[in-house]
């Protein structure tokens, strides 16, 4: 594409740059930044520039933090005594708007993926090995909640291997049937699971 | 089963053909390069969801083009189904069965047996160890769904593992095996069942495929095939763990069934060594009949059967052999031939019927029909 400026090019080419947006749509919007009022733009630039010199991650937990340690590690509401174990920080604020847990996380920060160049030294996992070694160390179970996937598996595996003598049990979350979904329409692969981890009625 | 009608839109050679065919022959004549082969990959690719010939989907679009699409009505006994197949440049192939498309092209496989015999078929015996698997993968898939399953998940653990193998080389870190019990966990499991398919098939397919041999060939010698795993002798993970160095070295995994084999014997010696050139042929021939053969079985109706050149390379006898099995054996049959006069006096000669199509630069007419 030919652009009427330099500079627009050079905007649009850093916008495309994010995921999931192509040049067509950086375009569009780099267009209307320059429409909208000036500061708009500077506010947002600010932002993303403070977003970046200041973000940290919870030297405990690994999930996004805006201090050394987040609001879930030091909340005194937590239940210390379960640790879930999820890819990123998605994942957390995912569980987080269930409302259905109370205890405290570790982000790994992905899954073993050969394909993309991910090994097991690339993820958290020694941090929440020597978490889980600690004299003070409360956890009495270790949620892996890592995708269904030939990847998550792997991961959760090692994982587990790492870990199996540091806590009391190591729980998977449940693979099963959409709720709200007709039987008929689940994948033979996700029903077939969901026959073979049945829970008892109650 | 058979092919009722057949739409062709920019796939090779064809830019838009309407067909009709018969439930039973229909000869396929026209000159080199006319486009008869590409007329049977057409109906290839729908039972297989990919050509038997070219290597990609983007080799099959009309040259120039941008999307190919084929749709075929298969009829069975009362019932009919509509299957189409659209690929796009840059866009995911779409499989439908009565408009209903597939989530998983896997699901498609064996629904519509087809059996393919083109001259090039030798490459069995001749060529490496891939092609044999991918051979009889591909009967025991059409047959199991669990089987290809099986393999395409193997397949995938296979390729992380190996990447995982890479990984740590490139980085000349001490690989840590903890990381790849996983994998050699679900390569284990799979790869044992697997093993016990193949085995049990090659029971199965053996006598078909010996009878069907020595019915090509008089007073011929003992032709087996024998199926051969290094888990015969061995557990998986016995056999992985004594790879390990090896696997390092090479940055891939060296043992499991990916490497087994098939070994083609005549009398007591390899067929690639020992065998003539028409032999060689008779054996692959042979090997295809059981394999349409065990699919009638299993399926309890006839495959389509597509014959490409196949009297061009067979002696009197053998051709005298194979008419016998088209006039009793065999349900649907597309049979090419650049040469109409032959195929036509073949088939006059043992009374058949036949439809038989002109073919043209991609444009198909139809030449004679014969019905009783
Ligand atoms: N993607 C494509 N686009 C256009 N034409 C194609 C494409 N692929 C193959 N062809 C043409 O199809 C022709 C070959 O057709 P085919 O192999 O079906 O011939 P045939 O009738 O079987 O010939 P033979 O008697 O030699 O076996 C070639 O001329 C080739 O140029
Ligand atoms: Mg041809
Ligand atoms: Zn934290």
């Known amino acids: ?202 | 089963m058979h092919l009722e009608t057949l739409h062709l839109l920019s796939f090779k050679n064809y830019l838009d053909e309407n067909l009709r065919f018969s439930p039973r022959i229909n000869v396929l004549v026209g000159k080199n390069g006319s486009g008869k082969t590409n007329l049977l990959d057409a109906i290839y690719y729908l039972g297989f969801t990919k050509s038997a010939f070219s290597s990609s989907d983007q080799q099959c679009i009309t040259q120039g083009n941008s999307y190919f699409f084929i749709k075929g009505v298969f009829k069975n006994d009362s019932t009919t189904k509509e299957v189409t197949s659209t690929v796009q440049l840059g866009a995911k192939k779409i499989f439908r069965e009565d408009s209903l498309e597939y989530q998983k092209l896997s699901e498609h496989i064996g629904k519509y047996p087809i059996v393919l015999i083109a001259p090039d078929d030798v490459y069995l015996v001749n060529e490496g160890s891939e092609g044999r698997r991918r051979f009889f993968d591909g009967i025991i898939s059409q047959l199991d769904k669990i089987y290809l399953e099986n393999l395409i998940q193997y397949n995938q653990a296979l390729k992380l593992r190996n990447g995982l193998l890479k990984l740590y080389a490139e980085r000349g870190s001490a690989v840590d095996w903890i990381a790849f019990e996983s994998y050699d966990k679900l390569l284990s499991t799979l790869g044992d069942s697997i093993f016990k398919r193949r085995s049990a098939f090659i029971i199965e397919f053996s006598p078909v495929f010996q009878k069907y041999y020595h019915f090509l060939v008089e007073n011929s010698e003992s032709a087996e095939v024998q199926y051969n795993s290094e888990l015969k002798g061995k557990t998986f993970s016995a056999g992985l763990m004594d790879v390990r160095p090896r696997d390092v070295a090479l940055q891939r995994t060296n043992f499991g069934i990916h490497k087994d084999d098939y070994d083609f014997i005549l009398g007591n010696e390899a067929l690639k060594r020992y065998g003539s050139q028409g032999q060689q042929k008779s054996f692959v021939i042979a090997m295809k009949l059981a394999q349409f053969e065990i699919l009638d079985l299993h399926k309890g109706f006839k495959p389509i059967l597509l014959l490409d050149d196949i009297f061009d390379k067979l002696d009197d006898f053998r051709i005298a052999r194979l008419l016998e099995l088209i006039k009793s054996e065999f349900g649907q049959l597309f049979i090419t031939d650049a040469r109409p006069e032959r195929t036509r006096g073949l088939l006059n000669h043992i009374n058949v019927p036949s439809t038989v199509f002109n073919i043209d630069q991609g444009k198909v007419t139809l030449y004679e029909q014969q019905e009783k």
């Open chain 1, 1 to 202: 594409m030919d652009y009427p400026s330099k500079l627009i090019e050079d905007a649009v080419n850093q916008v495309a740059k994010l995921p999931g947006i192509g040049k067509k749509t950086a375009l569009r919007l780099v267009l209307h930044l320059i429409k909208n009022k000036e500061e708009n733009t500077f506010a947002l630039t600010q932002a993303l520039n403070k977003l970046r010199s200041s973000i940290k991650f919870c030297n405990c937990c690994h999930n996004i933090s805006d201090t050394d340690l987040c609001f879930i590690c030091t909340s005194h509401k937590r239940d210390r005594r379960i640790l879930c174990v999820v890819e990123d920080a998605k994942d957390v604020m995912a569980i987080e708007n269930t409302s259905q847990y109370n205890g405290v996380y570790h982000v790994v920060g992905g899954v073993i993926s050969p394909m993309n160049g991910v090994g097991p030294t690339d993820l958290k996992i020694e941090s929440l090995v020597s978490r889980l070694n600690q004299e003070q160390s409360e956890v009495k179970e270790v949620i892996l909640a890592l995708s269904p996937t030939m990847e998550g598996d792997t991961t959760a595996f090692y994982i587990n291997k790492r870990i199996k003598d540091l806590t009391g049990k190591i729980t998977v979350i449940a693979r099963g049937v959409p709720v709200g979904g007709d039987l008929e329409y689940a994948d033979e692969i996700t029903l077939g699971r969901s026959i073979l981890g049945r829970t008892l009625f109650n």
